[in-house]
């Protein structure tokens, strides 16, 4: 019973651990009517907000459209020619990293789609710092917190400890 206990909170600590934010979103272009001609992207970009790490995800008839990254004037104009990026692997099914904090513009380069409204542009920005922690109701007095030393002290101490314990079962049963 006592080996049940130490697993688990084995287990309960590392995931702890391991357990990071998540803060890169995969945004569906278009969302459920995808990379189509006669859909405004710029409305629907409009209210979403792109952070660095970002992807873009693309879902479009492979045969008759693509995903090219242009500079501001070819977006403007629709012109294909002399693109920064060629985005499509020719599935249908492309992804962009938005990996640079700046403008984005991608446009479909064949099939007349871009003149459709298949065009796309977004400025990439940092992610928002995470929000400040709230200030101590007593700030004359400090106080110890668990949240300020746990990564660096508490959370690594009761992991040794518990794989400390967990040794001592295994060796004992030998």
């Excluded at 006592?2 to 990071?20: E, G, S, Y």
């Excluded at 629907?44 to 500079?71: G, M, P, S, T």
């Excluded at 298949?118 to 929000?131: C, D, H, S, T």
């Excluded at 030393?149 to 967990?166: L, R």
Aim: with cysteine.
């Amino acid at each position: 019973m006592a080996r049940v206990a130490v697993l688990a909170a084995t287990v309960v600590v590392l995931t702890c651990l391991t357990a990071a934010p998540v803060t890169a979103k995969r945004w569906t272009v278009g969302d459920n009517k995808f990379w189509n001609p006669n859909i405004n992207y710029t409305i629907w970009a409009q209210d979403k907000h792109f952070y660095l790490d970002d992807w873009l995800y693309f879902v479009y008839e492979r045969n008759q459209y693509n995903v090219i990254e242009v500079n501001e004037t070819n977006y403007i104009s629709c012109n294909p020619n002399n693109p920064i990026a060629n985005w499509s692997r020719g599935a249908g099914r492309d992804l962009v990293h938005l990996n640079v904090t700046r403008h984005y513009y991608l446009i479909s380069g064949n099939g007349g789609g871009c003149y459709g409204g298949m065009k796309l542009a977004v400025l990439v920005e940092k992610p928002p710092p995470p929000p400040a922690a709230s200030p101590n109701k007593n700030s004359a007095r400090r106080s110890f917190t668990v949240s300020s030393f746990s990564h660096q002290f508490v959370i690594p101490v009761a992991v040794f400890a518990v794989m400390g314990t967990m040794w001592d079962k295994v060796l004992m049963f030998w």
